[in-house]
Nanobody, 121 residues
Framework: QVQLVESGGGLVQTGGSLRLSCAASKSISSIYAMGWYRQAPGKQRELVAA???????DYADFVKGRFTISRDNAKNTGYLQMNSLKPEDTAVYYC???????????????WGQGTQVTVSS
């Protein structure tokens, strides 16, 4: 299978922290740029943070200073450390990555199924 699987979501109080993980299946040979997106009820999916193969990062203004994106290339896993969570952070968080697989030699964007993050007020 070609899969990105998110984990680490859950329920947390305002000001709390969560660490999301995005694990790639073995059929994914290479991961280039990786990003985290979120979608709240009634809203469009939006970019939260992104990281390149070289480690350069980019963050949405609403998470700067609170969230940190990282990756472990040896494990084919990406992470999103979320601190100082606010109720407006409540959303389904999705991992997205530009990947090369065993069956496709041209990189393309792959989405995970998402993990729910709920921040109580």
């Amino acid at each position: 299978q070609v899969q990105l699987v998110e984990s680490g979501g859950g329920l947390v109080q305002t000001g709390g922290s969560l660490r999301l993980s995005c694990a790639a299946s073995k059929s994914i040979s290479s991961i280039y740029a990786m990003g985290w997106y979120r979608q709240a009820p009634g809203k469009q999916r939006e970019l939260v943070a992104a990281i390149t193969s070289g480690g350069s990062t980019d963050y949405a203004d609403f998470v700067k200073g609170r969230f940190t994106i990282s990756r472990d290339n040896a494990k084919n896993t990406g992470y999103l450390q979320m601190n100082s969570l606010k109720p407006e952070d409540t959303a389904v968080y999705y991992c997205n990555a530009e990947v090369i697989t065993l069956w496709r030699t041209q990189k393309y964007a792959l989405w995970g199924q998402g993990t729910q993050v709920t921040v109580s007020s």
